[in-house]
């Protein structure tokens, strides 16, 4: 019973993280070939904006679908109570410095600078999930960690335009995207839970609608409202692939939520960087781009590191599964 249990949380998991990868790098692909093949360069933050507004309609919809006919996405009737409002908010803003400081850091570096600084998520992952769980990794599983970031470092080693600016929205980038799925984990419903919190569908929808709203601000501030940069967005050819990205944006925010509410922040990490290093590769075939013999090393060791990195933690899981089977079977004899 306990096996096929298990075999079942496995592939419950396993589904997680494809689905995850696969929405993830389709969502990266859209975004770039939306930016990169239009005449004028449409603005990422507008364009992030309109998205989760797409994906808040795309909740109200299956919400009302739901009413009448139940879906594989069990969306509540759409909903904006004060009082959840008050319970999200920190996952909001966590959310929104996540993108904010993400974008600000490659306006002030290369690609390469970017991606190694946003390498220290795994490391303050690690430090916030002992901080605050108290949970520290064992040494196989921190060797592995340590693998997949030297990998990650390696592999977008490029020329490295260094400025103070880019390093530190680069780290504050790394700082919220460690504690983004922590923020996450701590807000969703458990077993047994004596106060109710958040389904997964009903976090995602409260936190894209407060998201839609505390980015207004924002975009004022920066100028993105005005209307010649909303012009590009209202044409015919660029709506219809605004429109596909939209319903991939949906698709990433459940992704996400599902896949954290599976695995442990760490995990979704290390999910992260192998679905980066793999994405890298698609990329390079996709548009021919020129690939170092250090860039594929390093793009070897995040996916030799993650692979590492689910070998340890299995491994774990069963050694500790069979210290505590002893202990319950001892019991059963007692109490006979």
């Known amino acids: ?38 005449e004028e360069k449409p603005s990422p933050f507008l364009m992030t904006w309109i998205q989760i507004l797409g994906t808040v309609f795309i909740c109200w919809v299956m919400g009302e679908i739901n009413k009448k006919h139940e879906t594989l996405i069990k969306m509540p009737p759409y909903e904006f109570k004060l009082e959840r409002v008050k319970q999200i908010l920190p996952v909001t803003l966590v959310f929104i410095s996540m993108i904010i400081n993400g974008n600000y850091c490659l306006q002030h570096v290369r690609a390469s600078f970017f ?49 103070w600016k880019g390093l530190i929205f680069g780290v504050l980038a ?6 983004y799925p922590i923020s996450i984990k701590l807000k969703l419903n458990k077993p ?9 569908e009903e976090l995602m929808m409260y936190n894209n609608s407060l998201s839609a709203i505390i980015l207004i601000p924002f975009l004022l501030f920066t100028g993105d409202l005005k209307p010649e940069k909303i012009r590009l967005f209202l ?13 991939l944006s949906f698709l990433m925010s459940f992704a996400m939520v599902l896949q954290i509410k599976n695995v442990s922040p760490l995990t979704h990490m ?50 500790k599964n069979n210290n505590e089977l002893p202990t319950i079977v001892m019991n059963k004899k007692r109490d006979i």
Not at 9 to 35: D, E, H, P, Q, R
Request: glycine content about 8%.
């Open 1 to 38: 019973m306990n096996k096929g249990k298990k075999q079942n949380n496995n592939l419950t998991i396993a589904g997680c993280i494809t689905f995850y990868c696969t929405i993830s790098i389709s969502m990266v692909f859209m975004n770039k070939f939306l930016l990169s093949n239009s």
């Open 115 to 163: 991606m190694i600084a946003r390498s220290l998520h795994i490391l303050f992952t690690v430090t916030f999930s002992y901080r605050l769980f108290h949970i520290m990794p064992s040494r196989n599983v921190l060797s592995a960690c340590i693998v997949v970031t030297i990998g990650y470092i390696i592999g977008n080693v490029g020329e490295i335009d260094f400025t």
């Open 174 to 179: 790394s700082i919220f995207s460690a504690a």
């Open 192 to 200: 047994n839970q004596k106060v109710p919190l958040f389904t997964k």
């Open 235 to 247: 044409t015919f050819q660029f709506a219809g692939k605004l429109f596909f990205s939209i319903f």
């Open 270 to 319: 290390i999910v992260g960087s192998f679905k980066g290093a793999i994405q890298t590769i698609l990329a390079g075939l996709l548009w021919s781009n020129k690939f170092t013999g250090l860039n594929l090393f390093g793009n070897f060791l995040t996916i030799f590191g993650s692979f590492l990195y689910s070998f340890f933690t299995d491994k774990e899981k069963r050694e």
